[in-house]
């Protein structure tokens, strides 16, 4: 409608407790343009695009939409505002149609409306051949493809017809082909004239379809610029890439051990309609150092979750020769295979000591002890803060706590998911010491999952990337600082 | 397509309850006795559904608002005796006013707070009756001065209709734009906020619709009893069995808690010779009903499933 439609954010900042998930944010959003905002994992885009529309509510900052302060105000108000959003994850009515999902975004905020619009029908059929759900209006929602739900949460948004448009991930867990479709449907509501915010993990996926792009991390706006300036910026490289990476990998073949301690045969997974593993195939050696270098979503947690038993999946998982596939959960963390879960789960209300006694719940006291001991030299940190509640503890310590408590199992396989996620990078130097030591004093295994290579490269004996649910390469970290970071951002 | 269905079932529905309305012709004075008390308790677990199934909102204390609107109405009657139908209103509409003093506050804190609240609305209530028991008659209960009639089948027929009617406009309502709005608000307020849904308003006029029709219907049974007691209709007990009636019934579907209430008085009267037991025998087969048929007894026999 009217014309220079925009979105405009300033100084915007949220703290969730004692951590700051986005500091002072600037970006500016024209009308007929689409802005991608990228950044690593925790790096707090999300926050941003939910602060936009009044689902968190800022500490400081302006929000304006056509010129009009929203800061701080209800999402209803906002969204009549003209802002709209697309969830990643779809929420329909399960009960109702998808025509009549669709309809419910066409109504008024009104208690007196009994009888909906007789034009409603028509604009919601309008909506659903633009987005292409014709062929599926009468069916529920649970009988839809992935792709078909996902659409559904576009058509919701743009029902309302927003001047400004927030997409959050629209592309996670589509294929290659939907993903074009999308890319299609994006731009033309780019050019009818719609200011749109599409937040994504990486540059490269978004690339084509973006007119600007402004880069996160931690909180802070580290880059802005097209595409290819974005990819070009040294800080943006070192965030995802790390500046100089060092490596200090043994070769394969230092590892003696015929049978691999570990070793992952052709295993899928798939989540209802998702797939979110698609023939992955992986090895770890008895005292090796592996790492799985990945971005959000593409299916380190899903791997993780099928090896320590949590998920059914197809293929096979094999411990030392023999075949996990019918133990419980319980039984493979009980016999040496032991996870350190990416939200961490610590019991936020039991002292530090207690959560790592909780840990050593199976060993003598004697050994429990002696444990406990060696964790301290290995996180010194933990000692200090002993009688601490858990949930007192900054991100970094956190981890820490997460790790010590793993360790207590006595693991013969231990597995990192995502160690670094939300940390600071003084705090992923500590952490970075302490896997160090652990590799060079312990005979430990470690299958450690990160997106940010910095930290994943340097202890690593092997690397695995996964990309979309497969595995693209495989190889030293040396190599993969040469050549494959250049694809992965 | 919708609106068609929507007309088919309260046809349907018309049906049965003609055919009820005729039941006075068969079945003895105790029989309608029983139904009648059964329909006013389905008028209270469809309230309660309009609450639950579509706004997503526990609410463990429908007997805060039937007691009130009881309570006011009987009060009102003991101390002035004006006309019934002043009564009736006056109960009605102080459990709207109760319902959105306790809401307010109460839809403002999420997750089982709500729930806790009102529970502890019932509680409240309950100290209040047995305290100013010089006005509400205490622990012995509320005699009123005046009933509706005293002819079974007169108090039948009025409940019957009273219930149909309620059950009409509450579940068109469930089927209307504005049913549609609560299920989007109950099952994702986020989402519905970001859709331009002012979640809170939505919420708030379905408590104070349920709270209309729950102290109308608290307060008509007072006339049709002669009497008002904790026991009977403000006792955490009994709201209980409503909550049992409107999941037994069918969640989300506003009929099907007529359906529980009357299984409900059914069966603990037909099991009336096992004495104490005959209470531990219904809700065991109302527990098993709710554990192997989680969409309730309209749920079985249309043969519906629910997805997710």
Redesign the interface.
């Known amino acids: 409608m009217a014309a220079g439609a925009h979105l405009e954010v300033n100084g915007l900042t949220k703290r969730f407790g004692g951590l700051v998930a986005v500091k002072e944010m600037a970006l500016g959003v024209r009308a007929g343009e689409i802005l991608g905002l990228i950044g690593p994992n925790g790096s707090g885009k999300s926050t941003v695009m939910k602060l936009i529309m009044g689902i968190e509510r800022p500490d400081a900052g302006s929000v304006r939409i056509n010129g009009v302060e929203v800061a701080g105000w209800p999402s209803h108000k906002i969204a009549r505002m003209g802002a709209g959003i697309v969830f990643q994850h779809s929420r329909p009515l399960h009960r109702q149609t998808v025509l009549e999902n669709i309809k419910l975004a066409l109504l008024p905020d009104k208690l007196t409306r009994l009888f909906a619009d007789p034009q409603t029908d028509a604009r919601a059929r309008a909506i659903a051949a633009r987005v292409g759900l014709s062929a599926v209006l009468d069916r529920r929602p649970a009988t839809l493809a992935f792709a078909d739900l996902r659409k559904i949460e576009i058509a919701k948004a743009i029902a309302r017809d927003p001047q400004v448009l927030l997409l959050d991930e629209p592309f996670a867990g589509l294929t290659a082909k939907e993903t074009a479709a999308f890319s299609e449907l994006i731009s033309e509501l780019r050019d009818d004239g719609r200011a749109v915010l599409l937040v994504d993990h990486n540059v490269k996926s978004v690339a084509r379809l973006v007119d600007r792009v402004l880069a996160m991390y931690v909180g802070e706006r580290i880059a802005e610029g097209t595409a290819d300036e974005v990819m070009r910026n040294e800080t943006v490289r070192r965030v995802y890439l790390g500046g100089s990476l060092e490596t200090a990998a043994r070769p394969e073949s230092s590892f003696r051990d015929s049978t691999p301690f570990l070793e992952v045969d052709n295993v899928s997974v798939h989540y209802g309609k998702a797939q979110a593993l698609e023939n992955v195939s992986i090895h770890v050696h008895a005292g090796e150092f592996v790492s799985v270098v990945g971005l959000n979503g593409a299916g380190k947690t899903t791997l993780f979750n099928a090896i320590s038993g949590f998920l059914p999946y197809s293929g096979d998982i094999r411990r030392e020769g023999a075949a996990l596939r019918g133990q419980s959960a319980a039984a493979i963390a009980r016999r040496g295979i032991v996870q350190c879960p990416e939200g961490r789960e610590l019991f936020t209300d039991m002292t530090v000591r207690e959560n790592l006694d909780l840990g050593g719940q199976h060993l003598s006291p004697v050994e429990s002890a002696g444990q406990i001991g060696w964790l301290f030299d290995l996180f010194p940190i933990l000692r200090e803060r002993q009688k601490q509640a858990a949930g007192t503890l900054s991100g970094g310590e956190q981890q820490m706590l997460t790790i010590a408590r793993a360790l207590m199992m006595k693991p013969k396989l231990l597995i990192l998911d995502e160690p670094t996620l939300g940390l600071a990078p003084v705090i992923l130097e500590q952490l970075s010491k302490a896997l160090e030591r652990l590799r060079q004093t312990t005979a430990i295994t470690v299958l450690l999952g990160e997106q940010n290579v910095t930290f994943a490269l340097p202890h690593a004996d092997r690397v695995y990337v996964l990309e979309h649910a497969r595995i693209v390469w495989e190889g030293e970290p040396a190599s993969f600082a040469a050549g494959a970071g250049t694809g992965y951002l | 397509m919708?609106s068609f269905a929507t007309a088919r079932v309260l046809l349907f529905a018309l049906g049965v309850i003609v055919v009820a309305s005729f039941l006075p012709l068969w079945v003895t004075g105790y029989i309608l006795g029983l139904l009648t008390i059964a329909y006013y308790f389905g008028v209270f677990a469809m309230a309660w559904d309009l609450l639950f199934g579509f706004a997503g909102e526990v609410n463990f204390g429908p007997t805060f608002l039937i007691g009130t609107g009881a309570y006011t109405a009987g009060i009102l009657d003991n101390l002035y005796q004006p006309p019934i139908w002043v009564c009736l209103v006056a109960g009605a509409l102080a459990a709207v006013t109760g319902g959105v003093v306790l809401a307010l506050p109460a839809l403002r804190v999420r997750g089982p707070y709500f729930g806790l609240t009102t529970l502890v609305a019932v509680l409240i209530l309950q100290n209040f009756i047995v305290v100013a028991a010089s006005l509400t008659g205490g622990e012995i209960g509320l005699t009123v001065p005046d009933v509706i009639s005293i002819s079974d089948t007169t108090n039948y027929e009025i409940a019957l209709w009273f219930m149909a009617v309620s059950g009409a406009i509450l579940f068109?309502?469930s089927r209307?734009?504005?049913g549609?709005?609560l299920?989007?608000s109950g099952?994702?307020a986020?989402?519905?906020?970001?859709?331009?849904?002012?979640?809170t308003?939505?919420k708030l006029?379905a408590f104070i619709i349920s709270a209309f029709f729950s102290g109308l219907a608290g307060a008509l049974l007072v006339f049709y009893l002669g009497t008002a007691s904790v026991g009977t209709l403000v006792d955490i007990t009994v709201g209980v069995q409503i909550i049992i009636a409107a999941v037994l019934g069918g969640r989300?579907t506003i009929l099907g808690a007529v359906l529980g209430s009357v299984f409900l008085i059914a069966m603990s009267e037909a099991l009336r010779p096992l004495g104490d037991l005959s209470n531990f025998v219904v809700f065991a087969m109302a527990l098993i009903v709710v554990l192997l048929f989680p969409n309730g007894l309209l749920g079985m026999l249309t043969g519906t499933k629910?997805?997710?």
């Open positions: 919708r068109s309502l209307s734009p504005v549609l709005i299920q989007a099952q994702d986020v989402q519905a906020g970001a859709l331009g849904f002012n979640v308003k939505h006029a989300r629910e997805p997710g």
